[in-house]
């Protein structure tokens, strides 16, 4: 078996995604994979088409983890998001042919489930606390157990996380949520006024008011989105302590990995990062310190399915679970391979999801299944 041609499609069903699709000569088998990256599109599918794609064509489509090392090794300037993005939808549709000629899900390839489902969160947030409980409520109705929960900060325009559920599922790269409609019109979403000051005063003020209308049945957890240095990070978590978050997201930039050991030194907080993280590599200086509780990383940056199973592995020992990034940048394939390596890992903890738009859907039917109770289970007909 070889691989005969490797198709590379920019689809806008509502917003971006990169789609590679991996023929062989076997007639009428094929991989698909994700390799969107929110706002970097087009450079990660010039990179599939001009230097990825001519690398692959008459190689054996089954030696996975062989083109995996061959895609990463071989080009001197490795790694980086675009790079890692465009590895991850070669990885995605390898693993999915693997499986459809095995006709076994990707779970089974994996080794089989751990679990029968995955508990997903999902987002809420409000302009304030009580709209924010009103958004929690609706979810718990129908479901969830698992929460994130953003407020908007006072002054602040247009704060991150404020939209829920339906921000989350959008995720358009654009100012003020917009999508652009002419190449170069999309801008980077900017947070005019917003100061450290006033989130660090309204954050726990939330968690204080859904504590004490919610109780502690729910699970809620909050996302920082990299805000923070390291002084106030570690206030923050502290701060938070008496409301017992599931964990606190990204408390802190990537770049700096030292800082947490800060923020670990004065809060019991749990610490969730990663999905900026693009290689085993950036995550193992928070794994052997033990300065995170949940790792994050974005399967579709990462790399794929391949790698993913490693920072699982490196993560395991250190009694670190995983929180796989899965908003609505992403494709529904990397939703789904989320999933399946979330039945198949020991060290699960929680996923993110998004319900995607009707347009989506149609358009990559049977993914991935999401039960009422706010559990996703993988489909076995496909792998990826």
């Known amino acids: 078996m070889k691989i005969t041609e490797v198709r590379v499609i920019v689809t806008c069903p509502g917003r971006n995604y990169v789609v590679v699709k991996v023929m062989t000569d076997e007639p009428g088998l094929y991989g698909v994979g994700d390799a969107t990256l929110n706002g970097r599109e087009l450079a990660v599918a010039e990179a599939l088409e001009k230097h990825i794609a001519p ?10 983890e062989d083109t995996w090392q061959y895609l990463f090794r071989g080009t001197y300037w490795r790694g980086g998001p675009v790079l890692m993005t465009a590895l991850a939808g070669i990885d995605m549709a390898l693993w999915d042919i693997k499986g459809k000629r095995a006709n076994l899900p990707l779970y089974s390839l994996l080794g089989g489930k751990t679990r029968e489902g995955a508990l997903c969160y999902t987002h809420a947030g409000g302009k304030d606390n009580k709209a924010v409980e009103d958004s929690v409520r609706e979810k718990l109705e129908r479901g969830f157990k698992v929460v994130r929960a953003q407020v908007s900060v006072p002054k602040a325009i247009g704060t991150y996380g404020v939209g829920g559920a339906r921000e989350a599922a959008s995720a358009t790269w654009g100012s003020g949520g917009g999508t652009a409609t002419a190449p170069g019109e999309a801008l980077p979403h ?29 699970e809620l957890l909050h996302d920082v989105h990299e805000r923070l240095n390291p002084i106030q990070a570690a206030r923050l978590a502290k701060e938070l302590e008496p409301y017992h978050l599931f964990f606190l997201e990204d408390p802190l930039r990537p770049e700096h990995k030292e800082s947490f050991r800060l923020v670990r030194s004065h809060s019991t907080t749990p610490i969730a990062m990663g999905e900026l993280f693009h290689t085993k590599y950036e995550c193992l200086p928070l794994f052997t310190e033990q300065l995170i509780d949940y790792i994050r990383c974005d ?16 993560a395991e020992p250190y009694q670190i679970q995983t929180a796989w990034h899965g ?10 391979a989320n999933v399946h390596v979330d039945v198949s890992i020991p060290n699960f903890g929680v996923q993110e999801m998004v319900f995607f738009s009707e347009q989506v859907q149609e358009g990559a039917a049977g993914v991935v299944r999401v039960m009422s109770a706010g559990v996703a289970t993988p489909l076995g007909e496909a792998a990826a």
Do not use: C, Q
């Open 55 to 64: 690398l692959l064509i008459g190689r054996d489509p089954d030696r996975v």
């Open 190 to 218: 900017e947070e005019t006024n917003w100061e450290p000051t006033n989130y660090l005063k309204v954050v726990p003020k939330l968690f204080d008011h859904l504590r004490s209308t919610l109780g502690e049945e729910v």
């Open 299 to 314: 399967l579709g940056h990462i790399g794929g399915i391949t790698e993913a199973k490693k920072i699982a592995a490196l």
């Open 327 to 336: 908003p609505g940048d992403i494709a529904p394939m990397t939703h789904s």
